[in-house]
């Protein structure tokens, strides 16, 4: 009975220089971890070794939905990335509709970017956030919470849900817009940009801030494209890409937006490109609401499916009631790919079809997971109190990298 | 009772209620249950939040902390397994005892040199302020927990880094006034300037140290909750905890009453001095406890606003931007000896 049994997690302990280091558990309860250990190898205060350990909210999005009818897949990708719905649900319905060979009418593709845009400002507004009460300040945490809500609202106003929307539709989208919804909207705008300002008094030009955040956690912009890290992380590492302008979907070739870029890549870029993206969102939104066409919110493919009573309803209500084409679609065998640009980084979609009532391979990769290397190769050289600094500046969300 | 004068009761325990009531445990007690409320009030007003509401909605919450406080009594106490017992136990209490003690030496009237006539309560404040850090230290450590422990080490090198400062400081306002005594050195400033305006460093020293010493924000290293989980407190619940958590605003309405004595005038304007409890005493004390509230709440507030420095970076400026402040103070006051009287 003096069998010592070893668990895995001793056995990876083990390091050639015995005591020499601290190793630190943090998480996956903990305040500073998220739904995701890390574990620390400290030397004094130096972080010699950072080995992040994912997968304690694995969900099983890909095997679900290849067991579900095609549009039942819609709510599983939506609730993988609980803070950046709108743009799983675009990637997916993207990729399903390069199976199917359908093309949204224009007005649909103005309200699919409109839609996203309000979702990328909440998911930047969430990330801020975080990073702000890892770095110990509850004021900025609860204005950007607060601050979202407006956001949500308008959500809500147009798609009927606050978070989860499910929004987007093969060949469409389900509303149309409402009335008021454009007054409503620039009266959210204007309150979000006196409120950047305030953010900048109180964070982005607190010297605390720039103190903790300058020069830590520096990526180099090869190193950003050798790891493969996407979205606004490595568009602060000076690269200029993003998918709404290289590979342009829905409405993003006919809007006017740019594409902001940093120089050094440290958590201090980080924060302020996320910023500057919420400024050219404003711009977007502003945009689209201005520029929006008239005409049908679905493809006539799907209108036509719709009976008498649906299409009563769509000519009164501006709804798309859902046809029984929908739940019995079976996309032609073939390969799909799509990417879209999500608020933390690109999500890249697979679908392979059989022609039949399930998806036969479903697969996708999340923005945070590629995010990922960014805890292994900057943390490395730097003090304990700079983890939380560049979590918190990735804006990695670990149920959306777990899947 | 009725052969011996009630006044000559009160003035057999006067002093026991100088330690008991005023301004001893019991308005430790209600400053630091306000100022925690405030601080949480102040802190929800700038996040447009509505802060602590449950207990006693009419007065705004207030009751708040007394309700987290007769919690934290009736919790189960855990003491984790390998954990060094008794300084686990002792550590805590001793904490709040010696930083409560300090108190002592604080007089908040002139009267007070009656009740304990000394002409070193300066120094014997200091004496006892400082050796409360100790057992800080020794909390991380019986926790056996690295969490802790860290936050002990880190307790550590801020409390070296800090304190020659803030000594310094109190030197520089013991040359100005030429005194150990606090009564002394309150009535010099009464016939002629408050100390802030005779040496604004040293008051800036000392609030800086104030900031630092008692964990506020933007020095909350010791505790930062999203590297240490609860720094120091990790492991501890129940009243242990509720003590370990109080003791920091003790130590602040120390330092704030310090700081009062020292530079704000102490009971200005109230410049009668009589000799006795009333006068002598409990006037000039409730001016004084004003003043150190109005100095804590605008510390507390600090917390609303900044977010918390690395260590690295406030051991560095501890050593470098503010040793160099309480240097400058103290040639300051020489000079201001020298030259001015």
């Known amino acids: 009975m003096n069998e010592k049994v070893y668990n895995i997690d001793d056995l990876q302990n083990v390091n050639v220089d015995g005591e020499k280091y601290i190793i630190l558990q943090i998480g996956p309860s903990h305040p500073g971890s998220g739904h995701m250990r890390i574990k620390v190898w400290l030397d004094g205060d130096i972080i010699v070794k950072v080995d992040p350990d994912i997968g304690f909210v694995h969900r099983t999005s890909e095997w679900l939905s290849e067991r579900r009818e095609w549009i039942k897949a819609v709510p599983i990708v939506e609730r993988i990335m609980l803070p950046d719905t709108v743009h799983a649900n675009l990637a997916y319905v993207l990729t399903v509709e390069k199976l199917l060979g359908i093309e949204p009418p224009p007005r649909a593709q103005y309200l699919r970017s409109l839609v996203a845009e309000i979702n990328r400002i909440t998911s930047h507004l969430y990330g801020i956030g975080i990073f702000g009460i890892f770095l110990g300040s509850s004021t900025v945490y609860m204005w950007a919470f607060g601050d979202r809500e407006p956001f949500i609202d308008l959500m809500e106003m147009l798609t009927g849900a606050r978070i989860t929307t499910s929004y987007i539709i093969p060949g469409g989208v389900r509303w149309d817009l409402p009335n008021g919804f454009k007054e409503r909207a620039e009266t959210v705008l204007q309150y979000m940009e006196r409120r950047l300002k305030d953010y900048e008094d109180i964070w982005v030009k607190n010297p605390v801030v720039q103190a903790r955040t300058i020069n830590v956690g520096t990526l180099k912009k090869e190193d950003a494209i050798a790891l493969g890290v996407v979205g606004p992380n490595l568009r602060a590492s000076g690269v200029y890409y993003d998918t709404r302008k290289h590979q342009p979907y829905a409405a993003y070739s006919n809007i006017d937006f740019e594409v902001p870029t940093m120089k050094n890549g440290d958590s201090y870029d980080r924060l302020l490109i996320r910023v500057e993206e919420i400024k050219q969102s404003i711009r977007m939104i502003r945009q689209i609401l201005k520029d929006i066409p008239e005409g049908k919110i679905v493809a006539d493919q799907i209108y036509n499916q719709l009976n008498p009573v649906m299409k009563k309803n769509y000519e009164e209500k501006k709804r798309v009631m859902f046809p029984a084409f929908m739940i019995h679609m079976r996309p032609p065998a073939g390969e799909a790919a799509a990417k879209v640009e999500a608020g933390r980084g690109e999500i890249f979609f697979y679908i392979k079809s059989t022609g039949d009532k399930y998806p036969y391979r479903f697969r996708w990769v999340t923005p945070s997971f590629r995010n990922l290397p960014y805890f292994t190769h900057v943390a490395v050289g730097h003090r304990l109190a700079d983890l939380p600094t560049i979590y918190g500046s990735i804006d990695y969300f670990p149920p959306e990298a777990d899947r | ?341």
């Open chain 2, 1 to 341: 009772m009725g052969i011996i004068p009630i006044p000559l009761i009160i003035w057999l325990i006067e002093d026991l209620l100088y330690l008991i009531i005023f301004p001893g445990l019991v308005t430790i007690l209600v400053i630091v249950i306000v100022i925690i409320w405030l601080e949480r009030k102040i802190a929800a007003k700038v996040q447009m939040r509505f802060g602590p509401l449950w207990v006693s909605k009419k007065i705004g919450g207030a009751l708040q902390s007394l309700a987290d406080l007769l919690r934290y009594s009736f919790q189960e106490v855990i003491i984790p397994e390998k954990a060094d017992k008794l300084a686990f136990i002792l550590a805590p209490g001793l904490m709040f005892a010696f930083a409560t003690i300090a108190l002592i030496f604080i007089p908040v009237g002139p009267y007070y040199s009656v009740l304990f006539p000394s002409y070193y309560t300066i120094l014997f404040s200091l004496a006892l302020i400082i050796i409360t850090p100790i057992f800080a230290i020794t909390v991380g450590w019986a926790s056996d927990n690295k969490f802790s422990f860290i936050g002990a080490l880190r307790e550590g090198f801020l409390l070296i880094s800090y304190e020659v400062p803030f000594l310094l400081s109190v030197v520089s306002m013991i040359i100005i006034f030429r005194t150990y005594d606090y009564i002394s050195a309150v009535q010099s400033q009464l016939s002629f300037l408050p100390g802030i305006i005779l040496n604004p460093l040293a008051a800036l020293t000392m609030l800086i140290v104030m900031i630092r010493t008692t964990g506020r924000f933007p020095f909350d290293i010791t505790e930062a909750d999203s590297e240490l989980v609860l720094g120091l407190y990790t492991e501890y619940s129940a009243l242990f905890f509720g003590v370990g958590m109080a003791t920091p605003y003790v130590e602040l309405y120390n330092f704030s009453l310090i700081f009062s004595l020292l530079f704000l005038g102490g009971w200005w304007p109230f410049t009668l001095n009589v000799m006795n409890p009333i006068y002598g005493l409990i006037l000039p004390g409730i001016i004084v406890v004003i003043k150190a509230f109005i100095v804590m709440a605008i510390l507390v507030f600090l917390r609303a606003v900044y977010p918390r420095y690395r260590l690295d970076q406030a051991v560095r400026s501890g050593w470098s931007y503010v040793l160099l402040l309480s240097v400058l103070s103290v040639i300051l006051s020489v000079g201001e000896v020298v030259f001015l009287r």
